[in-house]
């Protein structure tokens, strides 16, 4: 079973932040939190991960509390094109990852 | 593209056919891994390589299904007498050693008949 919660749905205006919450309350200290997205009917694509610090990337930027029970994923600007569903994992570097539903993001004009 | 290919990108067959799915991941990624995706779901573990060697079996991995790396290049999946569960989408990922980015071919989509 996925080791994370996220909420089924979420709407963005385009041209906003995006804000992706997910709680990991069971995350082990070696593990890490990584997001994924899945555009309609593509493979999933990474986006970023952190292990205690914040991270930035181009694509978005990932808060992690100070006691990673949870994150946030922030998209800073969303576009149509970032509709897709949102993976929220918890895990190791090279080990199979273990998907939950995701959250569905719909980036509305 | 992610530099992950899948061949095919969609399988029609009948109940009972046996069907083989080819994967093609980045040539110096070590790590390969396949999912399986249904309808509605998040994509659920197989199984996995490191190089030629098997390292890990799902429980959803029935006696029907086997996976091969034989030259720790290209995968196949091979799913024999199918049945209609086995509908889903067949996704490849490959990992680059000492990395934590897992990066997904577009899947194969199997509809068994």
């Known amino acids: 079973d996925a080791k994370t919660t996220q909420p089924p749905s979420m709407d963005c205006a385009e041209g906003r932040a995006a804000n992706l919450p997910c709680n990991h309350s069971t995350i082990s200290g070696n593990e890490y939190v990584y997001w994924y997205r899945q555009i309609h009917s593509q493979g999933p694509q990474y986006i970023i991960h952190?292990?205690?610090n914040n991270e930035t990337n181009e694509m978005a930027s990932l808060i992690i509390t100070e006691d990673r029970k949870s994150s946030t994923l922030i998209l800073p600007h969303a576009t149509l094109r970032d509709t897709a569903v949102y993976y929220c994992?918890?895990?190791?570097?090279?080990?199979?990852?273990?998907f939950g539903k995701g959250t569905r993001l719909s980036v509305i004009a | 593209d992610t530099g992950v290919s899948q061949d095919p990108r969609h399988k029609i067959t009948k109940r009972g056919q046996n069907v083989t799915f080819r994967c093609d991941p980045i040539s110096e990624h070590n790590r390969l891994y396949w999912y399986r995706q249904t309808l509605g779901q998040g994509p659920e573990f197989l199984t996995y390589?490191?190089?030629?060697?098997?390292?890990?079996k799902s429980r959803l991995l029935s006696d029907r299904f086997s996976a091969e790396r034989p030259k720790g290049s290209f995968s196949t999946l091979e799913i024999q007498r199918t049945e209609q569960g086995d509908s889903a989408m067949y996704l490849c990922a490959s990992l680059e050693g000492g990395r934590n980015e897992q990066f997904f071919g577009p899947g194969t989509r199997l509809t068994v008949l």
């Open positions: 390589f490191q190089n030629e060697a098997q390292l890990e």
């Open positions: 994992i918890a895990g190791s570097g090279n080990t199979p990852l273990v």
């Open positions: 952190g292990l205690k």
